[in-house]
Structure formats: C-alpha cells, structure tokens
C-alpha cells in the first residue's frame, strides 16, 4: 500500500457557479468542492463563505454531512500530509444557520509521531453548535487484517439514481399535484452527490405510506464530477456524504414519514462516529450498507458500513438522532 496523498490545496480555475455560493470568493470546479470550500483567517481558525450552506427541503438547520466535512477539512489543514484521518467522533449541538457562515476553530491536542489529534468546534453567533475530536495517523503496515464481506447486490449500472425515479413519478398520471411540486423543489436542491438505492419504491404513494420493513437498507453513492486525487479530500467528501440516508434507517421497521399517522414530526443527528480503513475515491460509486439496532426514549441508532465496488471495506460509521412520531387527529394526507 502507498502512504496518503499529500493534502489537498489545488484551486481551480474554472466552474460552474451554483446560485446559491455564487459570492464564494474563489471559484471551484465542482458541486462537492464548493460545498467544502473554508476559508483561513488565522492559524488554526477558518469559515465558510457566504451563501455556500446548503438547508436542505424542511430541515431545521445546515445539513449536517456538510458541518462534519467542513470541520474535518478545517482539522486535516493543520496536520502534516504525512497523516491521514482514521476516526472522528462528533456531536450536533444546535441547529446550523444557512443564512451566515460558520466559523471553525480547531484545537491541536496532541502532535505525535505516529498520531495527531484535533478538535474542532463550529460557531455562530458566538454559540458552538457542532463540536469534533478526530484522530490521524501515519500509514503503518499490518500482517493482521481481515473484514466482513461485502453483501451480494446489483452494480449501480443496473439501478436507477434517485433524479431518474423522480422525473418517472412525475411522469405518473397518479401522482398527486403537490407531490409534483415537492419533487421538482427536490429536483432543484444543489446535492452534490449521486444516490443509487438498491431497492427503491414503485410510486411516490409507497414511498410516502411505506410498509414495515426490516431496518436494513443499501444506497451507492458518489460525489459528481472528477475530483482532486488527495485523499484527504475524498476523506472529507465522505464525511459529507455519511449523513445521507443512515438516521432514517431507524423508521423503516416503523412505516412513519411526515405523511403517515402516527406523524414523524422530527428527525435529527445527535452524534456521529466515522472510521476510515482504506484509501478509496468518493467521485467512485460505494455502497453503504445501513442498519438500525435499536430504536427508544425518542432516539435512533445506525450504522453503517462502506466498501468500494471491489468490495473493500473502506469506512465504518454510526449516528444517533432524535426520531419523534406522535398520532394525528387529522388521519388526512398532505400528498
């Protein structure tokens, strides 16, 4: 095995703005880079740029994938290129506020000669609203290894993303006319990563009403675009991309959405744990495989665990959040 790549600090020249970061400050080549952008204010503090965050469709705050990727960026830029993020571990702690940048300051705990530790806290309004303590390490070889195998699934090739099964449910003359318009608005969200569920739902009223299921689910996933080759990089583009999907895992066996009755009436990340093995490229499709072990007292717990389509297992990860479903007098559907 080679040793990481050297950090990555390459701008590029040319892009594609996107409306809502169109007042970044630099100019950067694609959708993930852009949502991963900081800016240095002095050692050890930096921020991202206004308009770059991205709330999603009927959150709460900032997406959270996109904090955990900026405060892992900001920790990796004040360690040597020789040493690579093998864990973090993260806590949310108020909602994110899309409309100022975030400011990161990052704390250096330990300088070792074969580990690093950092820890970062992400303000706004003078409030920490995201903390994070991550480890690095230097490439060591090992003679023990071993891991769990990749499950038996279809290639992304063979499956749909998740724009091509919306633009087909809008096709559907059964779809209803305010399910249209939440699928157009999701549409036109600025997600700078590829989603290939392994197993989809038919029509929008599945989706919307599901059934019970076991807590298990799969997804591809990959950044769009040809991005930088350090792994760093990549490192913190899936820290971004981990957030995706893996606390709804805790509703599958509960068939709830905010549609349904009872009503899930709010979901959120508590914490999150990340732990990389293995070099690998996010611009590459990986399959996460996602389960929830235990759902109580208003939270949820998942895991997840991430292989390259060889089926390496590179990254490892867990969250908990906040899952809350009440009855609804009103047995009625917004859809």
């Known amino acids: 095995m080679k040793k990481s790549p050297e950090l990555f600090y390459c701008i590029a020249a040319r892009c594609r703005k996107l409306d809502t970061i169109q007042n970044m400050a630099l100019a950067l080549t694609t959708l993930i880079e852009q949502a991963l952008h900081l800016n240095a204010v002095e050692d050890n503090l930096f921020n991202s740029s206004p308009g770059q965050l991205w709330l999603p469709l009927q959150a709460r705050g900032v997406f959270g994938g996109q904090i955990i990727g900026l405060a892992l960026s900001a920790a990796t830029k ?16 108020l909602p994110g ?18 580990f690093a530790t950092r820890s970062v806290v992400a303000i706004q309004k003078g409030k920490a609203i995201f903390s994070l303590l991550c480890s690095f390490q230097v490439f060591e070889e090992s003679i023990l290894s071993h891991q769990v195998q990749m499950p038996i699934v279809p290639f992304p090739e063979e499956l749909e993303s998740n724009a091509e099964v919306f633009k087909k449910w809008m096709k559907d003359p059964k779809t209803p006319s305010a399910a ?7 549409l036109q969200e600025p997600i700078p990563i590829e989603f290939k569920p392994v197993n989809y739902p038919k029509t929008i009223q599945e989706a919307v009403k599901p059934q019970k299921k076991e807590p298990k689910q799969m997804v591809w996933m990959k950044a769009m675009g040809k991005l930088p080759d350090a792994l760093s990089f990549h490192q913190c583009v899936a820290a971004y991309t981990s957030d995706h999907y893996l606390i709804n895992t805790a509703l599958l066996p509960h068939g709830v959405t905010a549609y349904t009755n009872p009503q899930l009436t709010m979901i959120a990340s508590l914490d999150h744990s990340i732990w990389f093995h293995a070099p690998f490229r996010a611009d590459d ?8 072990t235990r759902t109580g007292a208003g939270r949820g717990l998942c895991f997840s665990r991430v292989y390259k389509r060889d089926g390496t297992l590179v990254m490892s990860c867990a969250q908990e959040g906040v899952v809350r479903a009440t009855f609804r007098k009103d047995s009625g559907s917004k859809l």
């Open 180 to 186: 249209m318009e939440h699928l157009q608005l999701r």
């Open 285 to 292: 499709w990986l399959l996460y495989e996602m389960e929830s």
């Open 97 to 114: 506020d899309a409309s100022i940048p975030i400011l990161y300051s990052v704390k250096r705990i330990r300088d070792g000669r074969a």
């Open 78 to 93: 004040t360690v040597k290129p020789e040493f690579s993020v093998h864990s973090l571990h993260c806590y949310f702690l």
